[in-house]
């Protein structure tokens, strides 16, 4: 059976796969897969469309007039009756709103102002339209509009008929003792008796959240009464404009649009127009950003789809029936959710480009503005690929009862996946059935205890098993393409038994929440962690956070002499090849272009000049003469990793390999050959990690950071470890191969270890007792490595030599990555080159 799959499945994985020559592996002239700001009108012909339709953009600067005029047609002469033309429109982007069919497609814009007066029409861009491109279609702007509901409540009419059908037995839910606990709370609070409420309006704004919650849910007059006596009293005082915060804005625009809308008949005529006077006051700071082309032409402005979007959103659905405005406001969040959500819009995996700490935040948006658009436009919104690929990548990202995978600000606070992550899970778990979201929500049991999202849970009118397994073809890895990562696991359904490896090589670089870790991996066993990145999420610019915690020298990846990568979306990296079975786990990631120089990113340099901290080589930062740094790393399931790192660079230099641990490290020599022991009394296991290289390196470590965190900054009952962080400093060289082979060993378990034959065959090692390698670790020499295990007959191999499998001859691509194992329950080859990532901005050729 295995030589029927072999002649089955080889050549139609070779050609799906192989997009680009494995012998251009290296530093390459594109500066960057994504523009932080937009420079570059999207899309063009270098850019590969992520969905079908494509929104067109154009950058705010190129904009000379109030209003962007969008044509777009297969015809470049633009024929009138072949042509889509837009409307005048305000801001930078256009949605078709239909299927676009194959071929190539041409568009242009022109600025039209105020006075209708238009400019010639810009330069004819195209782009291509392939089978192969996801379709998502949403209905136009009229639709939704002509669709909203006329009366209130309606900031949440998808849960109106639920919540009404559920007050008879609300008493009996499950969440109902909870909920009451937190709002009795938010009852005892006197805010409408203090002379100056505005000072607590982030106070009021949580207990608003809870006091909405349970009116909305019990329809229990007093708490009406409550959130109308705290708005009257801040009705009494003059709106304090000087609360500018963009979160102390959305906090204002909260509290007042949720009583306005659950209690628009309580209100007098005044005070509802006092209400709508204030909220559109303040929401001139942050809130009414459709005219300056700037979110659409932003990567990822943080903060804005955290939680502003959405509160823009929600003004326009108060108001939009009645204010021109709000109306506009409305149409511009439509049509932006369209263009360039979720998750940038540039993100299908379900993954957060940021990371696993911030990407609670993100949560609430993620399910409220699916679920009111769906419910409006009657088209589901969860079909968008992101939505589709989300359940599961929660449950890769983050398993239950273990660490995350470590990526992005914040990362290390939680040590399980938290209220927020957890219901969102419960979200689609109702909504999609999703059964990685349904396991996930049942291992965890956290999502009860997220207060954002509760009155979705109480108004839903869907369920979902409260027993499921993993889906039974549950994959060993998950490769991340958009975001850069591969979370691969030997056994997500027992955490005791699980090898958690996470590795990133991010197309977003290192931009705002994202770290500069290119080629980093973290490992987890048994739910905790082996090697992980270090430091401490205390505050986003300070010494500590700049020096060791984002800078590259606290994650497991490498320097150059001394020199990390720079906070900026220049410095990306890419996973270009991904390959799994039941056996073996594999990922390539290409950190080349990484090591750039100094930040571009102005909020960057602000910050470095606030604190006084200078981007200098002293402090790590600075050009190299890199070339390639490509990094080979694969998890033999069920406990054995193996890295093979390529490094070149136009001159000598000095590579750091770095690797952080939260207990000490025994150190090891013998010649070149370097062991790294260390030990975990907690969960009752050893790691070792073996080094090999035909350079020799200087071993160190310590537990103390470059720059130690802020004791005055640290949360009171949460501590603070120092961590330990070994280096292997290399000899100056142009070019070095290292093979790094991980063995983790529970306790009580038969003792093995890498053998390495450095007299007879110096490529050769013995792992475990299983598993043969060999690997070129001349760098004069094409890259090689080979892994396999004779009795079963799994193996990988990267190189140009061709192979003999099961008896038979096969004939690769020279430099491409092979892989014989069972996928999917067949015996199978799958071979691959490098998949670049879609660039979004400017390609040079």
Not at 15 to 40: D, F, G, I, S, Y
Not at 141 to 149: E, G, M
Not at 482 to 496: K, V, W
Request: aromatic letters at 12%.
């Amino acid at each position: 059976m295995k030589k029927q799959a072999i002649r089955q499945w080889a050549l139609i994985l070779v050609l799906v796969l192989t997009t680009m020559p494995a012998t251009l592996a290296q530093k390459t002239n594109l500066e960057r897969v994504h523009e932080n700001v937009r420079v570059t009108p999207y899309p063009q012909q270098d850019n590969p469309l992520y969905l079908n339709p494509s929104p067109l953009i154009v950058p705010a600067q190129m904009r000379k007039a109030e209003f962007l005029q969008f044509q777009l047609s297969q015809n470049q002469a633009f024929p009138a009756e072949k042509t889509i033309q837009s409307k005048p429109l305000p801001w930078c982007m256009f949605n078709p709103h239909t299927v676009l069919k194959n071929g190539t497609w041409y568009w242009r814009f022109r600025s039209i102002s105020k006075d209708k007066k238009a400019t010639e029409w810009s330069e004819t861009y195209h782009f291509n339209v392939t089978e192969d491109v996801p379709q998502f279609v949403t209905p136009t702007f009229d639709t939704f509009f002509k669709n909203l509901p006329k009366a209130y409540p309606r900031m949440y009419c998808f849960l109106n008929k639920g919540l009404e059908k559920g007050k008879a037995t609300i008493a009996t839910h499950p969440e109902y003792k909870e909920m009451k606990r937190r709002a009795d709370g938010a009852m005892n609070n006197s805010y409408e008796t203090n002379p100056q409420p505005y000072k607590a309006m982030a106070k009021i704004a949580l207990d608003f959240n809870f006091l909405h919650t349970i009116y909305r849910a019990t329809g229990e007059k007093q708490y009406a009464d409550k959130m109308l006596a705290v708005i009257r009293a801040l009705l009494a005082v003059p709106h304090d404009m000087t609360l500018n915060n963009d979160f102390i804005c959305g906090d204002i625009l909260d509290t007042f649009l949720q009583v306005y809308d659950a209690c628009h008949d309580q209100l007098t005529d005044a005070e509802r127009k006092e209400i709508e006077k204030r909220v559109f006051a303040s929401a001139k700071y942050h809130h009414k950003q459709h005219r300056n082309g700037g979110v659409e032409n932003h990567i990822f402005d943080n903060h804005y789809w955290q939680r502003t979007f959405r509160e823009m959103l929600q003004l326009g659905v108060m108001f939009g029936d009645t204010r021109d405005d709000a109306k506009e406001i409305l149409e511009y969040c439509y049509e932006l959710w369209t263009a360039r959500a979720p998750a940038s819009a540039f993100n299908h995996d379900g993954e957060w480009h940021n990371g696993q700490g911030y990407f609670n935040a993100n949560t609430k948006t993620l399910w409220y503005v699916p679920a009111l658009l769906s419910y409006v436009t009657k088209t589901d919104f969860l079909q968008h690929p992101f939505y589709k690929n989300l359940g599961r990548a929660l449950v890769y990202a983050f398993p239950p009862r273990s660490k995350s995978a470590g990526f992005g600000d914040g990362n290390e606070k939680e040590n399980a996946p938290q209220r927020q992550r957890v219901a969102l899970a419960d979200y689609l778990a109702r909504e999609l059935q999703d059964p990685y979201a349904i396991w996930y929500c049942n291992e965890t049991k956290a999502a009860t205890g997220d207060f954002d999202s509760r009155l979705q849970r109480i108004g839903s009118l869907k369920s979902y098993p409260a027993s499921a397994p993993l889906p039974a073809d549950a994959p060993k890895a998950l490769w991340m393409q958009d975001t850069g990562e591969l979370l691969a696991h030997s056994n997500l359904n027992r955490y005791r038994e699980n090898t958690f490896l996470s590795f990133r090589s991010s197309p977003f670089g290192s931009g705002s929440h994202t770290l500069a870790d290119q080629n980093g991996f973290n490992l987890h066993y048994r739910g905790v962690p082996v090697y992980r990145s270090t430091g401490y999420y205390l505050h986003f610019n300070d010494p500590h956070n700049l020096l060791s915690y984002r800078h590259t020298r606290a994650h497991n990846t490498i320097l150059v002499d001394g020199i990390g990568q720079p906070f900026t979306t220049r410095a990306y990296g890419k996973i270009v090849r991904m390959l799994s079975g039941k056996n073996i786990s594999y990922a390539c990631g290409d950190a080349s272009n990484a090591y750039c120089g100094l930040t571009d990113y102005p909020m960057w340099k602000k910050n470095f000049k606030s604190v006084k901290v200078e981007e200098s080589v002293a402090n790590g930062f600075g050009e190299t003469p890199l070339k390639k740094y490509r990094r080979h790393i694969l998890l033999l399931h069920p406990n054995i990793v193996v890295i093979y790192d390529e490094l070149e660079a136009e001159k000598p230099v000095r590579w750091d390999w770095l690797l952080h641990s939260p207990v000490q490290f025994k150190l090891d020599e013998n010649g070149k050959d370097k062991t790294l022991t260390t030990y975990y009394p907690e969960k009752k296991f050893t790691s070792t990690a073996y080094m090999f290289s035909n350079s020799d390196c200087t071993l160190s470590q310590t537990d103390k950071f470059f720059s130690a965190p802020d004791p005055k900054k640290m949360r009171k009952g949460r501590s603070y470890p120092n961590q330990w962080h070994m280096t292997a400093a290399y000899e100056k060289s142009t070019a070095n191969r290292i093979l790094t082979v991980i063995l983790l060993l529970p306790d009580g378990s038969k003792p093995y270890t890498v053998i390495h034959d450095k007299n007879g065959t110096p490529n050769d090692f013995i792992l475990a007792g299983k598993w043969k390698l060999r690997a070129q670790l001349d760098p004069k020499q094409p890259a090689e490595l080979l892994i396999r295990d004779p009795k079963s007959g799994v193996l990988f191999s990267l190189g140009n030599k061709n192979l003999r499998i099961e008896g038979e001859d096969y004939k690769r691509t020279p430099g491409t990555s092979v892989l014989f194992d069972e996928m999917d329950g067949k015996w199978t080859i799958h071979e691959m080159s490098d998949i670049e990532p879609r660039p979004t901005g400017k390609v040079t050729k």
